[in-house]
């Protein structure tokens, strides 16, 4: 078949729809200048490459021959992914919220040709069927309507275009956000929590890591043991559930269930990125190993496949595959990560196959039981159903023996789901989420002494810095060769906190300069002077309808909340007011919604938790690669202390650029000639140490003085 002009992109999600019948535009002048002359309203389809109901979409409606030629003579379709376009998507599934109470992709949304919303879906059947309108019904009723009432079609995507407008604007008053929002905030999640099989809400259950990002900072601020316990419930529960992956690692996107058992089984890299933080975080306030380990265990899977040789990592892997190489054609969601008990007895041993069974539950008719279209019958989604105490007993083993045919039998079905289909891999590089997974990188660094994991982290950043950031100018997106699209507020926010954390972990000033250098690109062209809070957008696309400001913190925290709290540590680490200012500025402005909707808000309740103390600021006097200041700085990555920066003073360039921002740090000296930590408070310190065992008794101390 004759490709469409998607072929010449580089989106993945694009290039699957290159072959459609469909006369597919790209987002452009191009597509909008043929509907103003042709006289035609748009069809705008967003989605992404690994969307499990953009590819159902796809078969039953573009891939319909009739259907498309109806398309071609009626609209002017353009196909975007929302990936690389954040702010085409942001307009639209407001414009949809609003038109009917939810979202989702694929989003199908019907514009006038000057962009204007008028009617929305998410995913449409190609058939009028059980009271849904198909998508063959609709198109044919925009075209009468359109043809016969142009007016009203227009007035409608009139009356939306100022309501979105009108929940862009300006907040008219702001309200006091203090330690009660905080408690509110608290309250709110706890009110929603699942006591019998953790997590918030009912089915579908999301990895919300923003949730744990507040809760765990409440627990320390207020000594809440409610807080923790939700959390490490939550965490641990999460990973034993069919979510996650028990044989190659990694947290599938959700459950579609309420005991986390049934995953929508693809994966996001910035669900890795920020789940791994979550469990580093329960570790050092618990020690136990298993969060560790869990953590571990997700960046293994992300180097192993979702790394770019060149440092970058890639996108997300798809929720379904083929069923076999021979029929390429016939797809699956979760053929590539479900087992029939066959399968894995063939694989196993059979001492390995009983252990797996009670393990994981594995049954010969399948484990699945809320399985109302029968999609899984005869398959088993590995879950943990019984501790390794429990079966250990059971089994009159050993734990380590336990642990043992676990680990082969693991390594065995790793190499066996290897040999089939693979599902696909979206292998663009995002900024935004690349920034994420800097964080994780260096913060497993530091916790989990892994100079590798540094390396991952530095290797990525160095990529983003001298692929994607090219002369001052920030791009979105990289594949093929190819950096392209401005860089949203998110994409500037994410890379600056990963960079801040990256300085945190190697100590090496210039992760510290070019966060600061983004920092001050990103005030100049999102920040809001006159209202605060920062735009989502810089305004050099005349094509977006509406400048927004988002603040909800979903699967991804806001590029606003992120945005706050880089500005605060930096205000902290570089002695700018500037940023504290802007920062408090941006509190006001988004308080209304943190005092009535805190939940939805999660990252701007930890970011107020941060704001409310006098943050710890613990420098060292050193060099950076000695092993005394090793031994200081493994003390401070050991502890759970969220509101804290950290600064090298070393007898190089790193000291100079500090005293540069700091004064203070002149009167940052070794002792002895050894490394010395300073613990300091508004830049005034505490008597300074050599000793790492000290410094841990004075970390303890001003731990506990932080906290509420």
Excluded at 568 to 580: D, E
Aim: glycine share 6%; aromatic share 10%.
């Amino acid at each position: 078949m004759k490709p469409n002009r998607l072929l010449n992109e580089k989106s993945p999600y694009l290039l699957q729809h290159a072959y459609n019948p469909v006369d597919w535009y790209p987002w452009g002048e191009e597509a909008f200048g043929k509907a103003r002359s042709e006289g035609k309203p748009i069809f705008l389809s967003i989605g992404y490459s690994t969307c499990y109901w953009c590819h159902v979409m796809e078969r039953e409606v573009f891939e319909n021959q009739a259907i498309a030629e109806v398309m071609n003579r009626a609209v002017v379709s353009i196909k975007v992914d929302r990936e690389e376009r954040p702010d085409v998507d942001r307009v639209y599934m407001s414009a949809l919220q609003a038109m009917t109470g939810s979202g989702g992709w694929p989003m199908s949304m019907f514009l006038t040709p000057d962009l204007k919303p008028f009617f929305g879906a998410t995913y449409i059947p190609p058939l009028s069927a059980h009271g849904r309108a198909g998508f063959t019904e609709i198109l044919e009723r925009v075209q009468e309507v359109w043809t016969s009432d142009r007016k009203s079609i227009l007035e409608t995507g009139e009356r939306l275009t100022a309501y979105l407008r009108e929940l862009s604007s300006p907040v008219s008053s702001s309200v006091n956000v203090d330690a009660q929002t905080l408690d509110r905030g608290f309250e709110a999640f706890s009110g929603s929590y699942d006591t019998k099989h953790a997590g918030f809400g009912h089915a579908p259950k999301f990895p919300r890591p923003v949730a744990f990002n507040f809760l765990l900072r409440y627990y320390k601020r207020a000594g809440n043991k409610q807080a923790l316990a939700m959390s490490l419930e939550t965490l641990r529960n999460m990973h034993h559930g069919g979510m996650y992956d028990h044989v190659g690692g990694g947290f599938h996107r959700y459950a579609t269930d309420a005991e986390w058992h049934v995953p929508h089984f693809e994966k996001m890299l910035y669900d890795q990125a920020q789940l791994v933080v979550s469990y580093l975080e329960a570790y050092q306030i618990t020690g136990e190993e298993f969060y560790a380990e869990v953590a571990r265990d997700v960046l293994t899977y992300v180097v192993r496949e979702m790394t770019h040789p060149d440092g970058g990592f890639y996108s997300a892997q798809d929720a379904e595959s083929a069923l076999s190489h021979e029929q390429p054609k016939r797809k699956k969601e979760g053929a590539f990560y479900t087992w029939t008990q066959k399968e894995l007895g063939e694989a196993l041993s059979p001492d390995e196959l009983k252990v797996v069974e009670l393990y994981y539950g594995v049954e010969e008719r399948g484990n699945v039981r809320a399985d109302p279209h029968n999609e899984f019958a005869g398959l088993n989604i590995l879950h943990v159903v019984k501790s390794r105490d429990a079966l250990a007993e059971e089994l009159h083993m050993s734990l380590e023996a336990i642990g043992k045919l676990l680990s082969t039998s693991r390594s065995k079905l790793l190499h066996v789901r290897s040999k089939r289909p693979l599902p696909h891999l979206d292998d663009k590089i995002l900024v935004s989420w690349n920034g994420l997974m800097i964080s994780a990188f260096a913060k497993a660094s530091g916790v989990l002494d892994r100079s590798d994991y540094l390396r991952a982290a530095e290797r990525s950043a160095s990529f983003l810095l001298t692929t994607m950031h090219i002369a001052g100018d920030l791009k979105r997106r990289f594949r093929d060769g190819e950096a392209r699209f401005s860089a949203s507020l998110e994409d500037y926010a994410f890379l600056t906190q990963g960079l801040i954390d990256l300085y945190e972990a190697s100590l090496d000033i210039r992760w510290l300069e070019k966060a600061i250098e983004l920092t001050e690109s990103m005030v100049r062209l999102f920040y809001d002077h006159t209202n605060g809070g920062f735009y989502d957008t810089d305004n050099s696309d005349s094509a977006i309808l509406v400048r927004t400001k988002e603040s909800y913190d979903g699967a991804e925290p806001s590029g606003n909340s992120v945005a706050v709290l880089c500005l605060l540590r930096l205000a902290q680490m570089s002695g700018n007011r500037k940023y504290g200012h802007c920062a408090e500025k941006s509190f006001r402005y988004f308080s209304e919604k943190m005092v009535r909707a805190p939940e939805a808000l999660a990252q701007f309740l930890a970011d107020l938790d941060f704001h409310l103390v006098k943050p710890a600021q613990i420098v060292i006097a050193g060099q950076r690669d000695g092993t005394d200041t090793a031994a200081l700085i493994k003390e401070v990555h050991a502890r759970f202390i969220p509101n804290k920066v950290i600064l090298l003073a070393d007898d190089g360039r790193g000291r100079a650029v500090l005293e540069s921002f700091l004064p203070f740090i002149k009167s940052i000296v070794m002792v002895g000639g050894r490394a010395t930590a300073y613990v300091c408070e508004d830049y005034t310190c505490q008597l300074p140490t050599t000793d790492p065992r000290a410094l841990a008794d004075i970390l303890d101390r001003t731990n506990r003085r932080n906290s509420g």
